[in-house]
């Protein structure tokens, strides 16, 4: 059973989330807060499997709890919801260890979906959300360096192509078939992609591979 915390200050909000999440026969809701510190002070009492974290809250915004949450080392994940005016925060909260970010206006299936795929360790990198994003706050990315460079410098040219293929938010099946190679040895690939570049997930690959240029 997946257990998912809701930080949001909109009571209205919570409760349609707590619906859905609750319609769901493998996953429920463990709590609900208002901001961000709260959200903190709930994950360190209980088991919390993925944190449903608004970034605009009082108190504590969601950048700084998904910070604190990251930092206590424990594998609960802060999925990000998110809408178009709001983007700059949500690369903060990326950077700061989230998982992912959906928007708001997410169809319920995509939600709950999300939420599964974050449970699991995987990262929600969709290519319509997440490619129109991170154009749309490009300029806020770091420009690459010959500290990134060198950091790339460790990678197999086939890592390298998967990376690519990340970075334009592909899932495990089409890198498979884009480049020809079973679904297990793209796992095997990513897995080394992570360890060789200190990435979190995949979130954290998609952003490494934009400051450094690669598109």
């Known amino acids: 059973m997946i257990r998912v915390l809701l930080a949001d200050d909109q009571a209205l909000v919570r409760s349609g989330f707590r619906m859905l999440i609750d319609s769901a026969d493998d ?14 002070a709930l994950v360190k009492t209980r088991p919390v499997d993925v944190v ?17 949450i990251a930092a206590l080392g424990l594998d609960t994940k802060v999925l ?19 998982s992912g970010f959906l928007l708001k206006d997410a169809l319920p299936d995509e939600l709950l979906g999300a939420i599964r795929a974050v449970a699991e360790g995987d990262a929600v990198v969709a290519p ?6 991170l154009d749309h706050f490009a300029d806020l990315l770091p420009q690459a360096g010959a500290k990134q460079d060198d950091r790339l ?22 890198i498979s078939q884009h480049l020809y190679m079973a679904e297990g040895t793209v796992k095997t690939h990513i897995g080394r992609l992570l360890s060789k570049l200190g990435a979190r997930d995949r979130v954290g690959l998609v952003l490494i591979a934009h400051e450094a240029g690669i598109q």
């Open 27 to 40: 996953m429920t809701c463990v709590g609900e807060v208002e901001n961000g510190r709260d959200a903190v």
């Open 52 to 68: 449903l974290m608004d970034i605009r809250m009082p108190i504590m915004d969601g950048t700084e709890a998904t910070r604190q």
């Open 80 to 98: 990000v919801l998110t809408t178009f005016d709001l983007d700059e925060y949500v690369f903060a909260a990326i950077r700061n260890g989230a």
């Open 128 to 133: 319509s959300t997440t490619r129109r994003l």
């Open 153 to 174: 410098a460790v990678l197999t040219e086939r890592e390298r192509e998967v990376l690519v293929e990340v970075a334009r938010g592909s899932n495990n099946q089409e």
